[in-house]
Structures are given as C-alpha cells and as structure tokens.
C-alpha cells in the first residue's frame, strides 16, 4: 500500500497513533507525528511513498511530539525523537515540518553505514546515473528537481547511496527541498510540479518541499550505474559552461561532503576510487535551467529507432 491509498484522516490517525513504516529505498522508517494538522503535509508529501502494514524490522525510528512540559514551556512547543531520544528541539511548531525533513534526511547521512554515503544529488536515465555533489546554496537540488521533471529519474537530491559489492547507486526518492526564490523557480519551470507548502522562519529562511514523481517512487528497487560527476553552481546571469574537470580534483571534492568515507577505512577508499575511475568528469555553471537541462540531454541522446527494411 502507498500512503495515498488513505485518506488524510486515516493517516492523521496512524501517525497519532503507532505510526506509519515508511519504505524509503532500502530503509523502513516509522513515523510519528503528535501533530494533527500536519498529517495533511505528510499525506501529501509522501502520497507515493509504500509503507508496511504488519510487524517488521525498521532502520529508524522518528517521533514529532511536543517535548516534556517544563522544556516546551521555556524553550518551544516541538521536538524530534530518534530512537526514543530527543535529538532535535525543542523548537517553534511552525517550523515542524520543515525540521522533520532535516532529521529524516540526517538519518540517511549517519545510519546506514553499510553503503558509502556522499553529499550529493543524483539523477538517472537509461541506466546510467549523475552524481551531483555541490555545497549548500549552489542550485543542486534546483537542478535536480529540474531535471526530474525533464525526464530524469529522481534518485536523491541530497544523498549518493552506493553499494560496495557492485557500486550501484541505490535510490532514496524523499521529498526535494528548495530554498527561498528557488521555490519559484521550480512553479514557473513546471506548473504542475508538485510543491507543498512554503514554511517561512527556518534557519535556512522559507522553505518548501517538492514532492518527488510517482513512478520514480515506484522504481525505488531499481538501482544506477555511476556515468557521470557534474559539479553544478549556479550563478545568477552567467553563461552556461560545460567543461570537463580531471579525475583527480573531482575525488578531492567529493570526498570533502562524503560522511562515512572514513569510517569505512579501505571498503570506503576503494570504493569511492572505482566510482570516480568509472565516471567522466565535469564542473557546471548555469544560470538558465533549460539550458542545464540541454547540457544533460546531450549526455544520453534518445536511442535510435529501428525501422523496417525499405529495399
């Protein structure tokens, strides 16, 4: 079952209640969410997203609830519990949804440390996937949501998943988060993206949520092979350049957003080694999305019809 196949009703009861398990890629999150009149942002969000109705086995366990009394009547009337431990909070209510996307992401940095986790958007089309590495305020995940709407399957927008064994990316297809005037952005570019609300009063100002395509969530089993690293940033009114980087300056600056590339000691080193050896290598500046969104069209032209014999 997908969360869409209930009503907001039904999920405001579940998240109130025992909470929904969330199958996000290889991970099952339960949520929940002591907030009732958030559950509309979660249905909508997460409308795609399948969750398990029976007993199982989760990765993470996530809980949005007021903090104990005296704590929410100093510090705020909202907290984040990971694991049963309040690890975010509290904080303003009005900010909830917002903070709750962080910590579901921050779950993905920091827990699965049996793949190689890198700070990265990543896209794919016929097989062969982007990675997408840029720091914050760079345009990655505007980039990213473009493309995913251009004909790009949407991966992640903030984390590259890569397995040892075979360094397939592994798809996390979560909400997409967009900042201030990226918001925007993203409506003007395609009106019928699918764009929650807009929080205003985050840290990172206001913020909105894109919820990612159905059929991307539905193909969360499909994993990519690594092709590409492009290294967006986007500069307002510059010229879209497309130039290849060496190999080397690309690994350097992957690795410096990759979160348990030194944990994994020599499975890490030599897995993120193959990923950069197998890929080609380029660094972005873009300012105009359908330009950007050209620039990868180019990299996988549409395959060659076959046509009949006309001797």
């Not at 903090?67 to 990971?82: D, K, S, T």
């Not at 440390?113 to 995940?141: C, F, M, W």
């Not at 990519?224 to 290849?244: G, H, L, Q, V």
Request: aromatic letters at 8%.
């Amino acid at each position: 079952m997908k969360v869409g196949d209930l009503s907001v009703s039904e999920t405001r009861d579940r998240l109130m209640g025992q909470g929904i398990r969330l199958r996000i890629g290889p991970m099952v999150t339960q949520l929940q969410v002591r907030f009732p009149n958030l559950a509309q942002h979660v249905h909508f969000l997460y409308k795609d997203t399948p969750f398990i109705d029976e007993p199982c086995i989760v990765d993470f366990e996530v809980k949005l609830a007021p903090p104990p009394a005296l704590r929410r009547w100093f510090q705020g009337g909202a907290a984040i519990y990971l694991d049963g431990i309040m690890n975010f909070g509290p904080f303003d209510p009005a900010i909830a949804m917002p903070m709750l996307e962080w910590c579901l992401n921050g779950c993905v940095f920091n827990r699965p440390n049996q793949y190689l986790i890198l700070h990265s958007a990543v896209i794919e089309r016929d097989g062969r996937a982007a990675i997408l590495p840029a720091p914050p305020g760079t345009g990655k995940s505007t980039l990213c949501a473009a493309m995913s709407l251009r004909g790009w399957r949407l991966l992640s927008d903030e984390v590259a998943m890569i397995r040892p064994s075979d360094k397939q990316l592994l798809p996390v297809p979560r909400p997409v988060g967009l900042k201030e005037g990226s918001i925007d952005v993203i409506k003007r570019f395609e009106p019928t993206a699918a764009v929650g609300h807009a929080w205003p009063g985050t840290r990172k100002g206001t913020v909105a949520h894109m919820r990612p395509p159905a059929d991307h969530v539905a193909r969360a089993d499909e994993p990519a092979t690594p092709a590409w690293i492009i290294c967006p940033r986007y500069e307002a009114d510059a010229a879209t350049t497309f130039e290849p980087i060496p190999k080397a300056d690309a690994l350097l600056y992957v690795a410096h957003d990759a979160f348990n590339y030194s944990l994994l000691g020599t499975t890490g080193f030599e897995t993120f080694a193959d990923i950069v050896d197998a890929c080609d290598c380029y660094a972005l500046v873009y300012s105009d999305l359908n330009e950007a969104v050209g620039v990868f069209n180019a990299l996988t032209p549409p395959r060659a019809t076959a046509h009949p014999d006309r001797s």
